[in-house]
């Protein structure tokens, strides 16, 4: 079973704007990551936000972690057209090895 | 170094039949992940291996699904008496070490398609 619920489910911007998504989950983690993903193939790791931190940056990307509310975003700035993929949320359990995915935000970046 | 590689990248079998799924983890990784992802959904858990050993199976849907390591490194998925809702990506990921604060490191993916 899938952990939490991404939103929207599908995002079209055009090239230069920046892109939101969100991630909700149920239970208490390790940490959370975000993962890209072209043509429905592999993931490609974005980045890792630990429990104990609030927000991470990596190059264009922002992400923002609320343990009280249980929730996550991911913020891509200044987006392209090669941004267009599919985005996932996983949740690391607290004391497991597993990650658990969210269905996942498709974003469409157009030229 | 190479990353993870998962062979064959597409897989066709007919229901009833039996196949393996292949996958090759970075060199070092101690870790092995097995996940499965239906179309439109994200990819979901199956089996967990720390060095030879299943560590958690809990993902395995029902015992047609197996999975092996015998030597720490290759790994392989077997699904017997195939139906055709056993189509999906089957997607491989490796870790250094075991444990929720390692990042995992995707294969390509398998596309399976039972008919």
């Known amino acids: 079973s899938q952990q939490g619920e991404e939103d929207p489910q599908a995002l079209s911007i055009q090239e230069g704007e920046n892109a939101t998504m969100n991630c909700s989950y149920k239970?208490?983690?390790?940490?959370l990551q975000w993962y890209r993903q072209n043509s429905g193939r592999g993931l490609v790791h974005l980045i890792l936000?630990?429990?104990?931190?609030r927000e991470k940056h990596s190059g264009r990307l922002r992400v923002t972690l609320d343990t009280s509310k249980k929730s996550s975003s991911l913020l891509i700035t200044a987006s392209r057209a090669a941004d267009t993929a599919s985005y996932f949320c996983?949740?690391?359990?607290?004391?497991?090895?597993?990650?658990?995915f969210g269905a996942g935000t498709i974003l469409r970046v157009k030229s | 170094g190479a990353g993870v590689s998962q062979t064959p990248s597409n897989k066709v079998t007919e229901k009833g039949k039996y196949v393996e799924l292949r996958c090759d983890p970075i060199?070092?990784?101690?870790?092995l992940y097995w996940y499965r992802q239906s179309l439109g959904q994200g990819p979901e858990f199956l089996i967990y291996?720390?060095?030879?050993?299943?560590?958690?199976d809990s993902g395995l849907p029902n015992d047609r699904f197996f999975a092996v390591r015998p030597e720490g490194s290759v790994s392989t998925l077997k699904i017997q008496r195939t139906e055709r809702g056993d189509s999906a990506v089957y997607l491989c990921?490796?870790?250094?070490?075991?444990?929720?604060?390692?990042?995992?490191?995707f294969g390509p993916g398998t596309r399976l398609l039972v008919l």
């Open positions: 291996f720390q060095g030879t050993g299943a560590a958690d």
């Open positions: 936000i630990r429990s104990n931190e």
């Open positions: 060199s070092g990784h101690t870790a």
């Open positions: 239970t208490s983690i390790n940490n």
């Open positions: 996983a949740t690391a359990e607290l004391y497991g090895n597993k990650l658990v």
């Open positions: 990921a490796s870790s250094l070490r075991a444990g929720g604060r390692e990042t995992q490191y």
